[in-house]
């Protein structure tokens, strides 16, 4: 081998790790500055809330401060839009909700793609909602409200947290999975579903279980059935929608993503810290308090529970007609 080839080789051999050593440096020396997190919902709001217990978690496990930067409105897309435009290194995330996957079907025009243009990162939890009804309704169970629906098409009125929420498309996945006509009444928020529901001016409604939980424990409403896929430690004998509907689910979820371009190792130091933090008992806790599931998985698990839900509530929007307000 001539000398010219055998330096050659030599370099080759030397430069060939470089490209995985930078990322590894990069993502050792990842933050070297504070973080953001966008939050496309009010201060004090259930995402809100879940953000800054996310946001604590990692300003310790990074050694940065991370902040919490509400841009409410546009139901959520105020914020998704920040984040897509923001530089993608890490610095700005978003917090994902359930709301995104609603809105790449429900709204015609918007100037961006949530699947192409942000990068799952990591998701959190979901949110259980249960369907309730007054103590005066005469269904007690998933069958009996089916069949009191489908005797009395259009007569029962349907609460939920607003137009497009959870709880709405819970209802609306029901209706279209078995086939009954309900008449769905929107408020501004879940508490004053949860206030009109207990005086009796609506009949059933969907909402977070942490938003009536008092109510449900104080004998003023009557619960059903949760409508996650499996049952929850806190009421353990209230059976799912899905286990007289199967393959029912219908919760919201919140995540962390970032703009699309942002750097693998750098999404990785992040999902690794988000479920560390997932996996502690105390954070655990915290979530348990607010009426949440702790989740944890890889950026690419995220990314398809992200194609399956927008999948999934397009058919919903489409089926019923929903429009943005």
């Known amino acids: ?86 530089a993608p290194d890490g610095y700005t995330l978003l917090l994902a909700t359930s709301g995104n996957a609603v809105n790449a079907s429900l709204y015609e025009k918007l100037s961006f793609n949530f699947i192409r243009d942000i990068a799952p990162v990591a998701v959190i939890t979901r949110t259980p909602h249960v369907m309730e009804v007054h103590p005066s309704f005469p269904a007690k169970t998933v069958p009996e409200f089916t069949a009191y629906a489908k005797a009395n098409p259009g007569k029962v009125t349907l609460a939920s947290a607003g137009n497009s929420s959870p709880g709405h498309l819970a209802g609306e996945l029901l209706r279209m999975m078995v086939g009954i006509d309900l008449t769905h009444v929107p408020y501004r928020g879940a508490s004053q579903a949860v206030i009109d529901l207990v005086g009796g001016q609506v009949q059933v409604a969907i909402v977070t279980l942490a938003s009536s939980i008092e109510q449900i424990r104080a004998g003023k409403l009557r619960p059903i059935a949760m409508t ?98």
């Open 1 to 86: 081998m001539n000398l010219a080839r055998r330096r050659f080789l030599q370099s080759a051999a030397v430069a060939a790790p470089l490209p995985a050593l930078f990322r590894i440096a990069r993502a050792q020396t990842y933050p070297s500055r504070p973080v953001r997190i966008l939050v496309g919902f009010t201060a004090g709001s259930g995402p809100d809330i879940v953000a800054r217990l996310i946001g604590q978690w990692l300003s310790e496990r990074l050694g940065q401060q991370v902040l919490i930067e509400n841009r409410p409105g546009g139901a959520s897309n105020i914020a998704t839009e920040a984040a897509v435009r923001a």
């Open 228 to 325: 996650t896929e499996t049952r929850l430690d806190l009421l353990p004998d209230l059976p799912t929608v899905s286990e007289f509907v199967p393959g029912f689910e219908a919760s919201g979820w919140l995540g962390v993503g970032a703009p699309s371009d942002t750097p693998r190792d750098v999404i990785g130091r992040l999902n690794r810290e988000i479920n560390a933090g997932l996996a502690d008992s105390g954070l655990r806790a915290k979530f348990a308090d607010l009426g949440l599931t702790p989740i944890a998985g890889s950026p690419a698990d995220f990314g398809k529970f992200i194609d399956v839900e927008t999948d999934k509530w397009a058919k919903v929007v489409n089926f019923a007609g929903i429009k943005p307000e």
